[in-house]
Nanobody, 124 residues
């Protein structure tokens, strides 16, 4: 069984930065694809960033490209999301998710494990 626990969310002013962490328990973290999703009030969940077991990354949202960076530390079983130059529209609950497979997908239904979420609020 894999458990994911996010941390690092909070309230920040526009233009500020936050680094989200996701600590994973269980085996084979290094062999799993991981992703970050977010959900704002009244909106659908969206895929923010993904990282494969080998470190390949993707950022499907144009709005976060160049500002967000996903990374992983396999020695620490931890996933990160560095968020810079935050904007009010980044306000959402952010979730980390893990797959049993090595490659990421954009579909939340393809992920087997989810964290409880961490709130990010960006004030203008």
């Amino acid at each position: 069984q894999v458990q994911l626990v996010e941390s690092g969310g909070g309230l920040v002013q526009a233009g500020g930065s936050l680094r989200l962490s996701c600590a994973a328990s269980g085996r084979s973290f290094s062999n799993r694809a991981m992703g970050w999703f977010r959900q704002a009030p009244g909106k659908e969940r969206e895929f923010v960033a993904g990282i494969s077991w080998s470190g390949s990354t993707t950022y499907p949202l144009d709005s976060v490209k160049g500002r967000f960076t996903i990374s992983r530390d396999n020695a620490k079983n931890t996933l990160y999301l560095q968020m810079n130059n935050l904007k009010p529209e980044d306000t959402a609950v952010y979730y980390c998710a893990g797959r049993q497979q090595r490659v990421f997908t954009k579909n939340g239904s393809d992920y087997d494990y989810w964290g409880q979420g961490t709130q990010v609020t960006v004030s203008s």
